[in-house]
């Protein structure tokens, strides 16, 4: 997929979770948005992945540790034929099968449930070194979010995975510079990022997260990296696509209003016709 494709499918993917957020009326929009482009490139270009076969036992794995982003990851699969689009508008609802968190045993293509932060990326790691032991060639993918790095076993999982050279694993920061409370240097600053995962034994790259020809170079450079880990630090605009939710924590889990919900969908349309 060439990237004004890709450009036009994230696009599409950013529509599903406004439109899925506003049907729940609860949600994360902020960070879905902001991981929008990762998601899209991983589902549609990086990973070996079948949506008619999500069970195959070659795939590669992914686990978004940064659970509440479920919308994201949602529309990502939705538009990558996993189930209908249109299911979307169930998110949240009582009885859907879209919860508000990945739910591993209900929902095909997500291969761990998730929402606890901090919990994902070992879940990841336990993945990893499981490929290694069998001899297996599948790699695993793991989202963070830059918040979610205050968390101990983030590191605990790294400072593993660094000692066990795990090369067929990928970790990404969705580093949007925000967090429920605010700044996330304000609330709890896990700066030096890139620092502090080269102290664990990772090849760590830093890119901008919107920008498809730098995301498709780090996840090649992953992949031709032998003996440790790789971290992408990828620098994002929270909200991104959505003109008054880009750059506000206050978007972090809040949902459109009907009239919100028509301005952003107009911000998209508009994107999407600028890519025509």
Same mark, same amino acid.
């Given at each position: 997929?060439? @990237?004004?494709?890709?450009?036009?499918?994230?696009?599409?993917?950013?529509?599903?979770?406004?439109?899925?957020?506003?049907?729940?009326?609860?949600?994360?929009?902020?960070?879905?948005?902001?991981?929008?482009?990762?998601?899209?490139?991983?589902?549609?270009?990086?990973?070996?992945?079948?949506?008619?076969?999500?069970?195959?036992?070659?795939?590669?794995?992914?686990?978004?540790?940064?659970?509440?982003?479920?919308? /994201?990851?949602?529309? =990502?699969?939705?538009?990558?034929?996993?189930?209908?689009?249109?299911?979307? =508008?169930?998110?949240?609802? =009582?009885?859907?099968?879209?919860?508000?968190?990945?739910?591993?045993?209900?929902?095909?293509?997500?291969? *761990?449930?998730?929402?606890?932060?901090?919990?994902?990326?070992?879940?990841?790691?336990?993945?990893?070194?499981?490929?290694?032991?069998?001899?297996?060639?599948?790699?695993?993918?793991?989202?963070?979010?830059?918040?979610?790095?205050?968390? /101990?076993?983030?590191?605990?999982?790294?400072?593993?995975?660094?000692?066990?050279?795990?090369?067929?694993?990928?970790?990404?920061?969705?580093?949007?510079?925000?967090?429920?409370?605010?700044?996330?240097?304000?609330?709890?600053?896990?700066?030096?990022?890139?620092?502090?995962?080269? &102290?664990?034994?990772?090849?760590?790259?830093?890119?901008?997260?919107?920008?498809?020809?730098?995301?498709?170079?780090?996840?090649?450079?992953?992949?031709? @990296?032998?003996? *440790?880990?790789?971290?992408?630090?990828?620098?994002? @605009?929270?909200?991104?696509?959505?003109?008054?939710?880009?750059?506000?924590?206050?978007?972090?889990? @809040? &949902?459109?209003?009907?009239?919100?919900?028509?301005?952003?969908?107009?911000?998209?349309?508009? =994107?999407?016709?600028?890519?025509?």
């Amino acid at each position: 997929m060439d @990237t004004l494709a890709l450009k036009k499918t994230a696009n599409e993917v950013r529509k599903g979770i406004v439109t899925a957020v506003h049907s729940a009326k609860s949600g994360h929009p902020g960070g879905s948005l902001s991981a929008a482009d990762i998601l899209t490139y991983l589902y549609f270009e990086e990973m070996n992945i079948d949506p008619e076969d999500p069970k195959k036992a070659d795939r590669d794995r992914f686990v978004l540790s940064k659970g509440h982003i479920a919308p /994201g990851f949602y529309s =990502t699969l939705a538009n990558r034929g996993f189930f209908p689009v249109e299911d979307l =508008t169930t998110l949240r609802h =009582t009885g859907s099968y879209l919860q508000g968190h990945p739910d591993m045993k209900h929902i095909p293509g997500v291969d *761990m449930s998730s929402g606890s932060l901090g919990q994902g990326i070992s879940a990841a790691v336990g993945m990893a070194l499981s490929a290694k032991i069998d001899n297996a060639s599948y790699r695993v993918y793991t989202l963070l979010g830059d918040g979610e790095l205050q968390e /101990g076993q983030v590191w605990e999982a790294s400072m593993f995975a660094g000692a066990k050279n795990l090369d067929n694993l990928v970790v990404i920061v969705d580093n949007n510079g925000l967090q429920i409370d605010g700044k996330i240097d304000d609330v709890c600053s896990p700066y030096p990022i890139a620092d502090k995962f080269k &102290a664990f034994n990772f090849n760590v790259i830093e890119i901008d997260a919107h920008d498809f020809e730098q995301i498709a170079s780090a996840f090649k450079k992953a992949r031709e @990296t032998k003996g *440790m880990p790789t971290a992408v630090i990828a620098k994002s @605009t929270k909200g991104k696509g959505v003109s008054f939710m880009e750059n506000q924590a206050s978007w972090h889990g @809040t &949902a459109p209003n009907d009239e919100q919900y028509a301005q952003a969908m107009a911000d998209l349309e508009k =994107t999407g016709e600028s890519l025509k």
